[in-house]
């Protein structure tokens, strides 16, 4: 009887536990994107969100991205340096320079928490890497194990993003951040030339 009344306690105290994981696991929005097996497989992904999308847009150059034998590469063109997490990674560049454009496509390893991950792709983003061009927005957001960003001007960044979400269906968390308006593009260029380490785009012009 002692052992019965012991049992049921712990019984109830599984389920519950069993029953909060399918409760979260069922509440995660559903991805339609289709399985990641390889970078190739997110170069198609890239290209599918170009479809009837390249009026616009710089002559650009996708590839896969080899953050083990080439990690200068892979940190310039996705503004990361961890890769602990990252099983594949592809980025979409212009060809000449002076184009502020980036589109970033990052495959989450198994087990690795994915809404991290896009929060610092957010965060870490460059607006202003190029030479006398900036960036007005980068968008960021996630779908299954897929990290999804894309830097440009803002309608350009807008117009992109919203072709990845229509093809993902269900996204995670949306993280946006956006050059201030009285940040001119000169000064970014400016402190490029200065290599002044910084992202934070208020504390520098209160500093200049």
Same mark, same amino acid.
Not at 83 to 90: P, Q, T
Not at 187 to 202: K, N
């Given at each position: 009887? #002692? ?5 049921? %306690? ?13 409760? /979260? ?14 970078? @190739? ?8 969100? =170009?479809?009837? #999308?390249?009026?616009?847009? %710089?002559?650009?150059?996708? @590839?896969?991205? $080899? /953050? ?7 940190? =310039?063109a996705t503004d990361i340096e961890d890769f602990s997490n ?12 002076? @184009? ?22 957010? !965060?870490?983003a460059q607006l202003n890497k190029w030479v006398c061009v ?23 960044? @807008?117009?992109? +993003?919203?072709?990845?979400? !229509? ?12 050059? %201030?308006? +009285? /940040? ?8 490029? $030339? ?5 992202? $934070? =785009? ?7």
């Amino acid at each position: 009887m #002692k052992v019965v009344k012991i049992l049921v %306690p712990i019984v109830i105290v599984i389920a519950i536990v069993v029953g909060v994981v399918l409760f /979260f696991n069922n509440t995660k929005p559903k991805s339609n994107l289709p399985e990641i097996t390889s970078g @190739q497989d997110l170069v198609a992904l890239v290209n599918k969100i =170009y479809e009837g #999308k390249t009026e616009n847009l %710089p002559m650009l150059d996708t @590839q896969v991205l $080899d /953050f083990v034998n080439t990690p200068e590469t892979a940190q =310039y063109a996705t503004d990361i340096e961890d890769f602990s997490n990252i099983e594949y990674a592809v980025a979409s560049l212009p060809m000449m320079n002076a @184009q502020a454009y980036s589109l970033t496509i990052l495959k989450v390893k198994d087990g690795a928490n994915v809404e991290e991950v896009a929060k610092m792709v957010n !965060e870490k983003a460059q607006l202003n890497k190029w030479v006398c061009v900036c960036a007005d927005k980068v968008l960021t957001t996630s779908s299954g194990n897929v990290v999804f960003s894309i830097m440009s001007n803002a309608e350009t960044a @807008q117009t992109i +993003y919203d072709s990845f979400k !229509e093809i993902a269906g269900g996204i995670g968390e949306e993280y946006v951040r956006e050059l %201030p308006k +009285y /940040f001119p593009p000169a000064i970014a260029s400016f402190l490029l $030339d200065l290599s002044l380490e910084t992202t $934070d =785009y208020t504390a520098t012009v209160a500093y200049l």
